[in-house]
């Protein structure tokens, strides 16, 4: 079965599968949102049902909690656990200070609001994630439905004295109507190409009302685990400073690759 994966898969397994190795039994974990974090909750499922593991986990989307609920994760709501000993999560992009861009899977809010209610955030992402400045990726931004064309407009004003190389800004679609978050908000997605300064860009989108929350995630990853298709990982801790590398086998398992494929 792994021998159908793409080598993009495989690099994400194996980096979610390596951060799954961080999670030890009573801990309260944030399960992040997209196709490497449902590695890492398939990873952790696993663990439950064969190594016994005892973890509550809190979701960051209700995609993520509906899958969490089916491999046997013990689920709660982040009001019950109040603070996590750490958040494992994919990420759209990844610079060299562990900044990242998120939201591409439209959980943005969520997860912002789970990360930073963690002792620590582990991203996980396979190595074409990797940026030396971010921005490539278009920047999600969560915003009201009330009124939010004139946000759009005031975003786009805002812009203009931004150091970015452009400026488009897009509605998020779901085939013919606005796409909705968990949180009933709708995204625009900024096309920026180069994000010149992330740390301001990030505060000043959110001043603007109508703004929720922004995908810039500043400050808030402490490692990133990068995966690659031959099975390599890197974990670069940005506190420590320090990579380590490592390697894992591809060893099919029912359990872990039975309906994966979404
Ligand atoms: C969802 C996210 C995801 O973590 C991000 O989009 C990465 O997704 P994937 O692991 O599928 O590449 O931010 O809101």
Known sequence: MTGELSPIDKAKFVAAKRAAEFVEDGMRVGLGTGSTAAWLVRCLGDMVEKDGLKIKGVPTSSRTAELAHDVGIDVISLDEAKWLDMTIDGADEFDGELNLIKGGGGALLQEKIVATASDQMIVIADVGKEVERLGSFPLPVEIIPFGWQTTKALLEETLVSMDV?????????????????DEGNHILDLHLGRIGNARQMSLVLNQIPGVVENGLFIDICDKVVVGYGDGKVEIRDINAGTVEIDRLDFVDDDNLFTDLMD
Do not use: A
């Not at 452009?166 to 085939?175: H, Y």
């Open 165 to 181: 190389l452009g400026r488009d800004t897009t509605l998020r679609m779901n085939g013919s109507v606005p796409y909705i978050t």
